[in-house]
């Protein structure tokens, strides 16, 4: 579904991304895990065309290197950004329909964004300002889904959530995958929820792919359990 060779994101003369090549397969949910600097955002960022990116990326069969932005979520490349981003001063409703607006339907997709997140249909009409930060960031995720995703990008979704709610956003993409096919691109402090739900992982450290495998070999890797999940 996605494959990135030798991609680069740089900021001025500070080169965050530093020629990594990795590659997203339909229907699996990859991880991409790492410490505050790693990298992790700044290659979701390249990859939704938001920030000036180098090298070659591949998304279901197309070059899409020089795409623009709203290019890529029309050919079903979304992003569901750290810090959630929704619009305050609209309705949770609104916001949802703000997702479908370049790709997808909006009757479709409020469907399967209400049955996986049922609290969104009960809060349909409330300012999402006032939503609590779990709410928040499943409106977030919801408003990404209305774009019919192919290729589903999100970056830290457990910052800031409570443990029971955590659970609740990880069972979710669980779901999407397994019973929808959906591709996820997961980018997560949480080693050990990431590794947890994804098929395979990457490991980044200063810019660059330090380790890579399958998620469970990465879960007993002695090195992996020291610096990323605290055994």
Request: charged share 25%.
């Amino acid at each position: 579904m996605l494959r990135a060779e030798g991609f680069t994101v740089s900021y001025g003369h500070v080169k965050a991304v530093k020629g990594i090549s990795f590659e997203v397969g339909k229907g699996e949910i990859v991880a991409v895990i790492g410490a505050n600097g790693a990298g992790k955002s700044s290659t979701v960022m390249g990859l939704a065309g938001i920030v000036e990116s180098g090298g070659t990326v591949e998304f279901d069969g197309e070059d899409i290197s020089r795409a623009t932005n709203f290019a890529r979520v029309s050919k079903g490349l979304v992003l569901c950004p750290e810090g959630r981003h929704i619009f305050p001063e609209l309705t949770v409703d609104e916001n949802l329909r703000m997702g479908s607006y370049r790709r997808g339907s909006y009757s479709k997709g409020l469907g399967l964004v209400h049955d996986l997140f049922p609290v969104l249909k009960e809060r349909k009409d409330q300012v999402s300002g006032y939503l609590s930060g779990g709410e928040q960031q499943m409106l977030a995720i919801g408003r990404a889904l209305m774009a019919d995703p192919k290729l589903l990008m999100l970056d830290e979704p457990s910052l800031g959530l409570a443990p029971i709610l955590v659970d609740q956003v990880f069972e979710s993409l669980e779901r999407l995958r397994e019973e929808r096919g959906l591709s996820i691109l997961l980018i997560e402090q949480n080693a050990f929820k990431a590794l947890g739900i994804s098929q395979r992982a990457y490991i980044m450290e200063t810019g660059r792919i330090a380790l890579e495998g399958r998620s469970e070999d990465l879960l007993e890797s002695e090195d992996v359990k020291k610096a990323y999940l605290g055994i």
